[in-house]
């Protein structure tokens, strides 16, 4: 019987490395059709959504059971908590993905990006992919120190984010206020997306030892 409680467990985190493959795939193509103003792809990221939407609930699901049929305690309390905290990061990442894709489609048949910030764009994207696949590792193996490199990673992308702001507000700026607007509203979406990745490691962190990533730090 416990043997297949613990199976459970392992499924839980199987679902929520799954979560991190299906929320890549989702920053992968709504960066692309961002920038390539593609409408084919920012359909199939805002439709896709429907897929992590239904893990998430899955997990919700399976939670809830385990903790009124088992009574979890100790170490397996935490592991359900975790989980339900990191399903619920994961499924915020998948609806942020969603937003820049939708983002894409409100200005399809133009694109949403200027020419001086396609780089900065998809360096963003790139860093919040890198930083997803990461929160998959760390998820999966529960590397501490893994964990707590996500925030490290977070820096790269704030001073993209910082850097898109001294564009917008440079006096050279002449593409005026809606695709302003698109990119302010996109750099928030790539730096929320970072910050829930950084929070899935902490969760993990804790996971495993029991201790926030703050009190690691201080007491090291």
Same mark, same amino acid.
């Given at each position: 019987? /416990?043997? +297949?409680?613990?199976?459970?467990?392992? +499924?839980? !985190? =199987?679902?929520?490395?799954?979560?991190?493959?299906?929320?890549?795939?989702?920053?992968? /193509? !709504?960066?692309?059709?961002?920038?390539?103003? =593609?409408?084919? $792809?920012?359909?199939?990221?805002?439709?896709?959504?429907? *897929?992590?939407?239904?893990?998430?609930?899955?997990?919700?699901?399976?939670?809830?059971? $385990?903790? +009124? #049929? *088992?009574?979890?305690?100790?170490?397996?309390?935490?592991?359900?908590?975790?989980?339900?905290?990191?399903?619920?990061?994961?499924?915020?990442?998948?609806?942020?993905?969603?937003?820049?894709?939708?983002?894409?489609?409100? #200005?399809?048949?133009?694109?949403?990006?200027?020419?001086?910030? *396609?780089?900065?764009?998809?360096?963003?994207?790139?860093?919040?992919? #890198?930083?997803?696949?990461?929160?998959?590792?760390?998820?999966? !193996?529960?590397? @501490?120190?893994?964990? $707590?490199?996500?925030?490290?990673? =977070?820096?790269?992308?704030?001073?993209?984010? /910082?850097? $898109?702001?001294?564009?917008?507000? !440079?006096?050279?700026?002449?593409?005026?206020?809606?695709?302003?607007?698109?990119?302010?509203?996109?750099? #928030?979406?790539?730096?929320?997306?970072?910050?829930?990745?950084?929070? @899935?490691?902490?969760?993990?962190?804790?996971?495993?030892?029991?201790?926030?990533? *703050?009190?690691?730090?201080?007491?090291?």
């Amino acid at each position: 019987m /416990r043997d +297949a409680y613990h199976e459970e467990l392992d +499924a839980l !985190s =199987d679902k929520l490395v799954e979560m991190t493959r299906l929320v890549r795939s989702a920053m992968a /193509r !709504s960066v692309t059709a961002l920038l390539d103003a =593609d409408l084919r $792809l920012s359909e199939e990221v805002i439709s896709a959504d429907e *897929q992590i939407n239904k893990i998430d609930t899955e997990i919700e699901e399976t939670v809830f059971d $385990l903790m +009124a #049929r *088992q009574q979890p305690v100790a170490g397996d309390l935490r592991t359900v908590i975790t989980t339900l905290r990191m399903s619920a990061d994961l499924e915020r990442m998948g609806d942020l993905a969603v937003h820049i894709a939708k983002t894409a489609r409100r #200005r399809h048949p133009e694109t949403a990006v200027p020419p001086e910030l *396609q780089s900065t764009v998809l360096e963003m994207g790139q860093i919040a992919e #890198r930083m997803v696949a990461k929160a998959g590792s760390v998820i999966a !193996s529960r590397d @501490v120190e893994m964990g $707590l490199e996500l925030d490290a990673d =977070d820096d790269a992308m704030d001073r993209l984010h /910082r850097k $898109l702001f001294d564009i917008l507000l !440079s006096p050279k700026w002449k593409h005026g206020v809606e695709p302003a607007i698109d990119i302010t509203l996109a750099g #928030r979406y790539f730096e929320r997306f970072a910050d829930h990745a950084v929070t @899935v490691g902490e969760h993990v962190v804790y996971l495993v030892t029991g201790q926030r990533p *703050q009190e690691i730090i201080e007491n090291s």
